[in-house]
């Protein structure tokens, strides 16, 4: 190991072509099994927007926006705005934020199965209470244990798929979680159409069922193996390489294994993660870590999934027509998810979140346009219209599911380095999901102020984050876990921030020699680089 020197990520030096192994039946049961876990996230976004707009729901709940909702002549906007209807939905995911930072040091401490399992629990008990409900409180209660779950398993699920994948990989198999989550909502879409008619507790039985999705999480949990970078990073070097060689298919895995050790080596020189991720040195990944799940959210992907039923009543539709609907982009998001997976790993994640963009900024603008000309605060949309509108959002939804639905997870559980890979998702989980809240907590209101305008304030920011990927976000495909420091050290802006040396631990890469070559600016994508910029280790620090 020339120089024998720790990078920012603990790692000496680049070897991602010695990387050797083959996709493995072990990694793809063990990616598919961990991956149910976004199930949970999925199922809870689809079945509160259905449920919501269940009228024995509302009469038993909510009394006060039933009576609304039965008006004739009300204001199409604003006929669901009520800030208790609205704290059901939202209630869960500013617990879900308190308890990914909790499950920080867990998943660190005890592993990325520990935390898995302890939300699986965690969410069915709260499928039970919700599904028991006899009043508000008892409801609420069971958003929070719902939340404490989906806090748990959004924290360790992405960690745990992006370490499990082999490097070529990474991105496709990430995307697990987002395919899972996907079904999750096209599932709960299609029960609350069928559950609507069952009265008076067919809502009972559509918030009930959560617990099949929690129970394959738990079990999934109990049965997966443990990642080996976890493994190493609590010290089971042996039986961490073991494992290595198995989900990877060979025995020849000295360079990867060698990447686990030397990170696991600075990560556990580094007592406070969450002190440590402030430091300069790890800027960029959290600068990531904090725009790229806000900016996911501000899409307005979760107000048209969480309200898809409301949203389309609200415009006009049928009770059955709404369901109807939203079922429809339900299962959109699900199949343009696979699109995602067969071209992450080929033309990377830049092309995919900025072409997505430019779509969702097109679809948002036209569906304002319709509603604002077409669509009164007394008025119907004529059928033509509606399906027109139906029709856009459905590529909205589409264009989502290829684009920030997936990379809005997968690109920030891949640019950590080991000491604060924990500490960073817990991050990343809590942004996503304070903005899930205030976006959950203010749509209603919002849509009732702004009527048609809603649309183009979600296209502005849309347009604003397709800006700050083409900018700041380098391609990641490619590039091994342990090695992504290089990858910040290259780009024309990052290079400018990070320090030269961090706690005499970071030696000039001019002692690493000149076979350590890492050949970012070959990666599609990464164009944003210098093309005059060395290609080798020698100027990356």
């Given at each position: 190991?020339?120089?024998g020197?720790?990078?920012?990520?603990?790692?000496?030096?680049?070897?991602?072509?010695?990387?050797?192994?083959?996709?493995?039946?072990?990694?793809?049961?063990?990616?598919?099994?961990?991956?149910?876990?976004?199930?949970?996230?999925?199922?809870?976004?689809?079945?509160?927007?259905?449920?919501?707009?269940?009228d024995?729901?509302?009469?038993?709940?909510?009394?006060?926006?039933?009576?609304?909702?039965?008006?004739a002549?009300?204001?199409?906007?604003?006929?669901?705005?009520?800030?208790?209807?609205?704290?059901?939905?939202?209630?869960?995911?500013?617990a879900?934020?308190?308890a990914?930072l909790?499950?920080?040091?867990?998943?660190?401490?005890?592993?990325?199965?520990?935390?898995?399992?302890?939300?699986?629990?965690?969410?069915?008990?709260?499928?039970?209470?919700?599904?028991?409900?006899?009043?508000?409180?008892?409801?609420?209660i069971?958003?929070?244990?719902?939340?404490?779950?989906?806090?748990?398993g959004?924290?360790?699920?992405?960690?745990?798929?992006?370490?499990?994948?082999?490097?070529?990989l990474?991105?496709g198999?990430?995307?697990?979680?987002?395919?899972?989550?996907?079904?999750?909502?096209?599932?709960?879409?299609?029960?609350?159409?069928?559950?609507q008619?069952?009265?008076?507790?067919?809502?009972?039985?559509?918030?009930?069922?959560?617990?099949?999705?929690?129970?394959?999480?738990?079990?999934?949990?109990?049965l997966?193996?443990?990642?080996?970078?976890?493994?190493?990073?609590?010290?089971?070097?042996?039986?961490?390489?073991?494992?290595?060689?198995?989900?990877?298919?060979?025995?020849?895995?000295?360079?990867?294994?060698q990447?686990?050790?030397?990170?696991s080596?600075?990560?556990?020189?580094?007592?406070?993660?969450?002190?440590?991720?402030?430091?300069?040195r790890?800027?960029?990944?959290?600068?990531?870590?904090?725009?790229m799940?806000?900016?996911?959210?501000?899409?307005?992907?979760?107000?048209?999934?969480?309200?898809?039923?409301?949203?389309f009543?609200?415009?006009?539709?049928g009770?059955?027509?709404?369901?109807?609907?939203s079922?429809?982009?339900?299962?959109?998001?699900?199949?343009?998810t696979?699109?995602?997976?067969?071209?992450?790993?080929?033309?990377?994640?830049?092309?995919?979140?900025?072409?997505?963009?430019?779509?969702?900024?097109?679809?948002?603008?036209?569906?304002?346009?319709?509603?604002?000309?077409?669509?009164?605060?007394n008025?119907?949309?004529?059928?033509?219209?509606?399906?027109?509108?139906?029709?856009?959002?459905?590529?909205?939804?589409?264009?989502f599911?290829?684009?920030?639905?997936?990379?809005?997870?997968?690109?920030?559980?891949?640019?950590?380095?080991?000491?604060?890979?924990?500490a960073?998702?817990?991050?990343?989980?809590?942004?996503?999901?304070?903005?899930?809240?205030?976006?959950?907590?203010?749509?209603?209101?919002?849509?009732?102020?702004?009527?048609?305008?809603?649309?183009?304030?979600?296209?502005?920011?849309?347009?604003?984050?397709?800006?700050?990927?083409?900018?700041f976000?380098?391609?990641?495909?490619?590039?091994?876990?342990?090695?992504?420091?290089?990858?910040?050290?290259?780009?024309?802006?990052?290079?400018?921030?990070?320090?030269?040396?961090?706690?005499?631990?970071?030696?000039?890469?001019k002692?690493?020699?000149?076979?350590?070559?890492?050949?970012?600016?070959?990666?599609?994508g990464?164009?944003?680089?210098?093309?005059?910029?060395?290609?080798?280790?020698?100027?990356?620090?």
């Amino acid at each position: 190991m020339a120089g024998g020197s720790f990078t920012t990520s603990g790692v000496a030096k680049a070897r991602a072509e010695q990387y050797k192994g083959r996709v493995t039946v072990h990694v793809i049961i063990a990616c598919i099994a961990a991956a149910t876990g976004g199930s949970l996230f999925g199922y809870d976004v689809g079945i509160s927007g259905g449920v919501t707009s269940m009228d024995d729901f509302l009469q038993d709940f909510f009394p006060s926006v039933y009576k609304q909702k039965m008006h004739a002549h009300e204001n199409n906007y604003c006929k669901y705005d009520n800030q208790g209807l609205a704290a059901f939905t939202s209630s869960l995911y500013i617990a879900g934020l308190i308890a990914s930072l909790v499950a920080s040091p867990i998943t660190r401490n005890y592993g990325r199965r520990i935390s898995i399992i302890g939300g699986g629990i965690s969410f069915l008990i709260g499928s039970a209470l919700n599904a028991a409900a006899a009043n508000l409180g008892m409801l609420i209660i069971g958003r929070i244990m719902l939340g404490v779950g989906i806090g748990f398993g959004n924290q360790a699920v992405p960690l745990y798929l992006s370490e499990m994948a082999p490097t070529h990989l990474r991105g496709g198999l990430n995307m697990m979680f987002q395919v899972a989550t996907t079904f999750g909502i096209f599932t709960a879409n299609m029960i609350n159409y069928g559950t609507q008619n069952i009265k008076p507790w067919g809502w009972r039985l559509s918030l009930g069922l959560a617990a099949i999705p929690a129970l394959l999480m738990t079990v999934g949990g109990i049965l997966l193996p443990e990642t080996p970078n976890s493994l190493v990073e609590r010290g089971a070097n042996e039986k961490g390489r073991r494992l290595l060689e198995k989900i990877r298919g060979t025995n020849d895995v000295d360079a990867e294994f060698q990447d686990m050790v030397e990170a696991s080596e600075l990560a556990n020189s580094i007592k406070h993660p969450f002190r440590n991720i402030l430091e300069k040195r790890n800027r960029p990944e959290l600068v990531m870590a904090i725009f790229m799940p806000m900016f996911q959210i501000l899409t307005g992907i979760n107000s048209i999934l969480f309200y898809a039923p409301v949203l389309f009543q609200s415009m006009g539709f049928g009770r059955d027509a709404s369901l109807y609907s939203s079922a429809l982009t339900g299962g959109v998001l699900a199949f343009s998810t696979f699109i995602s997976i067969a071209t992450v790993d080929r033309l990377g994640r830049r092309p995919l979140l900025i072409s997505g963009g430019i779509q969702m900024i097109t679809c948002q603008v036209i569906v304002a346009i319709i509603l604002g000309i077409k669509f009164g605060e007394n008025q119907e949309l004529s059928k033509s219209y509606s399906i027109l509108v139906v029709v856009v959002i459905c590529l909205f939804v589409l264009a989502f599911g290829w684009s920030w639905g997936p990379l809005g997870w997968t690109v920030p559980s891949e640019i950590f380095p080991l000491e604060v890979r924990t500490a960073g998702q817990s991050i990343t989980v809590a942004v996503n999901l304070l903005f899930t809240f205030i976006i959950a907590q203010a749509f209603l209101s919002l849509l009732c102020s702004f009527k048609f305008g809603i649309f183009l304030f979600f296209a502005g920011w849309i347009t604003i984050m397709t800006i700050f990927v083409f900018v700041f976000l380098p391609e990641t495909k490619g590039i091994p876990i342990e090695e992504m420091t290089f990858m910040w050290r290259r780009h024309w802006f990052w290079k400018r921030i990070l320090p030269d040396t961090t706690d005499g631990r970071v030696k000039s890469c001019k002692e690493l020699g000149e076979g350590d070559a890492v050949q970012l600016s070959q990666i599609p994508g990464n164009e944003l680089l210098n093309s005059d910029m060395p290609t080798t280790a020698h100027d990356a620090v």
